[in-house]
């Protein structure tokens, strides 16, 4: 016996599957609710503090040292200035901009 599959037959079979699949999912989902969870205010409060702190010092030091690098090859460009120019202002005050609009958002 030849099993033999005919043009576009897989593609509708996957079709229905994925319509199955997020039919299934829909009929699943529970309520969601907006800010009422907490479960990751431990791990945000640490990796935000991180970023303000020694973390984004770090980040914007190794920016500098990657544009001195650059500069010493021989090719200079204003990106290797303004690079970590702008990652130190990014990690200073990102956080923070990002973080209130999420809470204004939510």
């Not at 599957?17 to 640490?46: E, R, S, Y």
């Amino acid at each position: 016996m030849q099993l033999s599959i005919k043009p576009g037959m897989v593609q509708r079979h996957m079709l229905l599957i994925a319509v199955f699949v997020f039919a299934l999912a829909i009929i699943a989902a529970g309520p969601a609710f907006a800010g009422a969870d907490t479960t990751f205010d431990t791990a945000f409060t640490k990796f935000s503090g991180f970023l303000q702190g020694s973390g984004g010092k770090i980040i914007t030091l190794i920016s500098l040292a990657l544009g001195i690098a650059a500069m010493a090859s021989g090719r200079f460009a204003m990106g290797q200035i303004a690079l970590p120019v702008g990652v130190g202002i990014a990690v200073g005050t990102g956080v923070p901009i990002v973080t209130s609009s999420i809470t204004a958002i939510i």
